[in-house]
């Protein structure tokens, strides 16, 4: 093998890898190819959005095997990956790849999902954060040590790993709520769509939100967000100002939610890994620096490292395969 | 004075009372049109909806004069009426009233919404329930008894009297969180709209989510709703049942922060008005027999008699301008 390509499906992008035999990524590109947003219908939606993306990587690299993960093993998605259920490592999810005859006659393996069954019998999932994170472990996971690692997102996920193995994790619908709380209720009246607070003033909404939180008892979410209504109403906030306050509340209780079921690994020493959208990340280090203690440490995208170490795993990287 | 005219006149709509000096309603009417629903643009909007509802009321009896309460005192209604402090009385809501001529020499006093300052700086408000609780409270204030009453809904209020007097409340959005949880993320996808579970199965989805709740911490909320998907995934809940068990989360959260909050007056042998919509209530009251100690009792539709007050309160009725 002499280049890989691997690719980071979700629902809203595409993302392309183009790496050598040692995981260096040596081209990237993207698409607004996510799978609910595909040129055609069914299969040849997938199969024109990776022919559109990676075409002429194959023809010019003589690629035959592809990875991928994410939303494309979805029920949605190009084919079904199932859940792996937790404890799992990057070898259980490569055992549990599905393959896709691609066009160019390329062969693409996918990574399935992670479920993980807490006593309570309420189960958990993760699709595509799984890869991340086997990114962000990267090589370094012999000394099977425990560490907490966030994701922040749409559905932000704590998950808990020992060494190179996920054990468990918990989900939360942080970004979808606060969306939901700002499109399709009464909180988003007040807010602008098209104005911007100075950046001091956002702050300041933001952790105001976030200290309201941390007085929070069980159940009162619903209450606290009223306030940013009424802050508004009030002339207490600034309008433009609101949906930053909101969004310190839900990101807040998020956090005390966290610090309650985590609190010995979320001590002031502790280095706590912190993967996904700059913007977003930066929200939840400003909620670390008001609500915990712990000291976040910002990873940026770890996916395409992920992908490298589930192509490992597969044996497709003749010098990996140990 | 022959007989009045009492319009409870919310959002989605509007309903008139003819009663007698008593405050025996005479007849009732109902319309759709809430303020967010008039037959034309702006005031014109409110005349034509009052003249088509009480127009023949207002000629047969020669009424001069009428109450209203509701959205249509709020900043987008007839009239904006203020909100008024707490605590307050149906004496402090008659001296805030905003009076509008209305077509075919009509009278109508708006009464004003309710506010509460709590010392955490984040305002609440309320605006018609007001109303309900002075007909919940109706004549027997003189004991000056602490009670608390609940009114479930749309933006669920928790209220704390004293005598005839208002002190406090709390306000939990509860009701419009649901529906943006159902109709604006990804929780809805696998509850069908057109198929409801048998009576049982409805009902031990929903104690199901409110015995999640009950296990809940701060800040849980973001993380339990999600079972409420996985739960159709892993085929653990029939997806028909899915919605009850979601409803059951939320309103859960609402109960277990309200026992946190008003515990002392939520004991065994307390007596716990609830006030509204019959099926909304039920659930509550269903809630409570899982998650409370105290005995709800249900109040139906208080607004007729609150009114009833509020109209003697602004000395339209001889015989109860003592």
Same mark, same amino acid.
Request: aromatic content about 6%; cysteine-free.
């Given at each position: 093998m002499t280049a890989l390509i691997a690719l980071d499906w979700g629902t809203s992008s595409l993302r392309g890898f183009l790496m050598d035999e040692d995981g260096k990524v040596l081209e990237t590109r993207a698409s607004r190819h996510g799978i609910q947003n595909l040129p055609a219908e069914g299969t040849e939606g997938f199969e024109q959005a990776f022919v559109s993306l990676c075409g002429n990587w194959v023809e010019e690299h003589n690629i035959r095997a592809g990875v991928a993960c994410g939303m494309v093993g979805s029920a949605q998605g190009w084919r079904e990956a199932p859940y792996v259920p937790c404890p799992a490592d990057t070898h259980s999810l490569a055992s549990k790849a599905v393959s896709i005859k691609a066009p160019l006659g390329v062969e693409i393996l996918i990574a399935p999902g992670l479920s993980y069954d807490p006593e309570n019998g309420c189960p958990d999932v993760m699709r595509g954060e799984e890869i991340q994170? %086997? *990114?962000? &472990? *990267?090589?370094d996971v012999s000394d099977g040590a425990e560490r907490l690692i966030v994701l922040p997102g749409t559905h932000s996920k704590w998950v808990e790993v020992r060494g190179g193995t996920i054990e468990a994790f918990h989900s939360y619908m942080t970004g979808e709520l606060f969306s939901a709380l700002r499109r399709a209720t009464i909180l988003g009246r007040l807010m602008?769509?098209?104005?911007?607070? %100075?950046?001091?003033v956002a702050a300041a909404a933001f952790a105001k939100g976030i200290e309201l939180a941390l007085e929070s008892g069980p159940g009162d979410l619903? +209450?606290?967000?009223?306030?940013?209504?009424?802050?508004? &109403?009030? *002339?207490?906030?600034? +309008?433009?100002?609101?949906?930053?306050?909101?969004? *310190?509340i839900v990101i807040g209780h998020e956090l005390v939610s966290a610090r309650n079921r985590f609190g010995g690994r979320m001590r002031a020493d502790m280095k706590l890994p912190v993967i996904g959208d700059g913007d977003l990340c930066a929200r939840y280090v400003e909620g670390f620096r008001i609500a915990c203690e712990c000291e976040p440490v910002l990873l940026g995208n770890t996916a395409p490292a992920g992908l490298y170490r589930f192509a490992a795993a597969l044996g497709f990287l003749s010098s990996a395969s140990a």
């Open positions: 994170i %086997a *990114g962000a &472990l *990267g090589e602008p769509e098209d104005r911007k607070p %100075a950046a001091d619903a +209450h606290q967000i009223f306030s940013a209504r009424t802050m508004g &109403l009030f *002339g207490r906030m600034e +309008h433009a100002a609101l949906a930053d306050y909101l969004s *310190g």
